[in-house]
């Protein structure tokens, strides 16, 4: 436990530069200590200091920071109210309602964009009301979290609210509107929809694309076909994407033609839309990706191969274990329980005891020739997802190394890791499974064992 005591001396620092920078320092910490110094300082005389001890109160979410962060939001400058509304936001707290409604005209915008988010994390039905007010704003931005929250709400009333704003004069509230009403699956947005597709305009059909597929109306497809040939590449990997998903006629034809495509987040869009719309005859061409030089296709083509059930690629997936990027040994680990294959249970747990239970843990996906690599969140769903697999193999239940492992990897995780949700691969989670916890994890994957149970 890291001590404290210098960045909580410092929040009493006569520079005010020195008072900001231990708040800021506190608030990555995240440490519970500190929130009575951090609420004492909530008045400083300097509203960058004030700004940045808001910030972290929400940061470290006690409840009983609520009031004192509630009070910024009557803070004289805006920068410290808008910090105060986002930091309810983190609270989620229904008794913040009066406080964050009497500041829905705030005259500055972006404390009313702020305001705009906490309502939609509190959700309830007076909540709503106030970001119905909220769609009418004259700043984009205030209309698009108004949008977003409504769109948490998922039912019919708010549908028929952010329907409309798929006409709105700012692209980034159509968009926010497209991935509202395709997340809800409104049919009754398909026709606006595909008429946003019309436009020459890309930036937002990607969004559109998505919509679509997740609606899933065939009425979609002439327009889903003629955006898959689409010279932006963002574009058309949406467009394959969403084929797959709403399992389209021409969804197979399309994928297979696209796995050369010359981009590669479209290969890798085609790989995976196989294993929702591809056969066994497909494999051959599946195979072929594991061996591109970037890591998306190899990573959809993976997933591919699990989702249709090819236990005969099982030996060549186990190879993958070993791939140079999170994202492809996360495929694998998947595919490889998804296949029932106990010929990688000496592989699943070696990696059982040398991945960490870090939900936190982001690193570069490695791109062979791309400047800007993507973002990965894969290394910190190796553990939960082979736990997940081992428990899944033929013979789990039944394997003495496979139980003393998952055992006594059980014994080390604390009450805290047990009690969090998993974090699993894609394919698990499209599946809307129940949430659950680690500790369900493992009780699954080790049928009728005990804390206590010894081999």
Avoid at 240 to 269: K, N, Y
Avoid at 280 to 305: K, N
Wanted: aromatic share 2%.
């Amino acid at each position: 436990m890291p001590d404290l005591g210098p960045l909580l001396v410092a929040l009493s620092d006569p520079v005010a530069g020195v008072r900001q920078t231990a708040a800021i320092a506190l608030g990555i910490l995240k440490d519970v200590r500190a929130c009575s110094t951090l609420a004492a300082t909530a008045q400083d005389p300097d509203p960058a200091v004030r700004a940045s001890v808001v910030d972290a109160l929400g940061a470290i979410g006690r409840p009983e920071s609520r009031p004192t962060v509630e009070h910024a939001l009557a803070d004289p400058e805006a920068s410290v109210r808008a910090k105060a509304a986002y930091a309810l936001a983190t609270f989620a707290d229904a008794r913040s309602l009066p406080v964050l409604s009497a500041r829905a005209d705030d005259p500055d915008r972006e404390v009313r964009r702020a305001v705009a988010t906490a309502l939609g994390r509190i959700g309830t039905e007076p909540a709503l009301e106030v970001l119905g007010r909220l769609l009418s704003d004259a700043y984009d931005r205030v209309r698009r979290e108004a949008v977003l929250g409504l769109g948490r709400a998922a039912g019919a009333a708010a549908l028929d609210r952010v329907r409309p704003l798929l006409h709105d004069p700012a692209r980034r509230v159509r968009v926010a509107a497209a991935v509202v009403v395709g997340r809800s699956r409104d049919r009754a947005s398909v026709a606006p929809l595909l008429a946003l597709l019309e436009r020459r305009e890309t930036w937002e059909k990607p969004a559109v694309l998505v919509a679509l597929g997740r609606i899933g109306d065939p009425a979609a497809v002439p327009a889903l076909l003629l955006e898959a040939k689409n010279p932006a590449h963002w574009v058309r990997v949406c467009a394959v994407h969403a084929l797959g998903e709403m399992r389209a006629a021409p969804a197979r034809s399309v994928a297979r033609a696209h796995l050369d495509d010359p981009a590669w987040s479209v290969r890798g869009a085609a790989a995976a839309a196989l294993g929702a719309v591809g056969t066994a005859d497909d494999l051959p061409a599946l195979l072929a990706i594991l061996r591109d030089e970037h890591p998306w296709p190899r990573r959809g083509a993976t997933y591919a191969i699990g989702a249709l059930g090819l236990t005969e690629a099982a030996p060549r997936i186990r190879e993958e274990l070993t791939d140079p990027a999170a994202e492809v040994r996360l495929a694998a680990v998947w595919t490889l329980g998804r296949l029932g294959d106990d010929g990688a249970r000496e592989e699943l747990v070696r990696l059982l005891y040398e991945s960490r239970p870090n939900p936190e843990e982001r690193s570069p996906l490695p791109a062979s020739s791309d400047p800007s690599p993507l973002v990965s969140d894969a290394e910190s769903r190796l553990f939960d997802a082979t736990v997940q697999a081992l428990g899944r193999l033929a013979h789990g239940a039944s394997d003495p190394l496979i139980h003393r492992a998952l055992l006594d990897v059980r014994e080390r995780l604390s009450e805290e890791d047990l009690e969090r949700r998993p974090r699993l691969p894609l394919p698990e989670i499209e599946l809307e499974r129940p949430p659950t916890t680690v500790r369900a994890l493992f009780d699954t994957a080790i049928p009728g064992s005990g804390d206590d149970e010894e081999l």
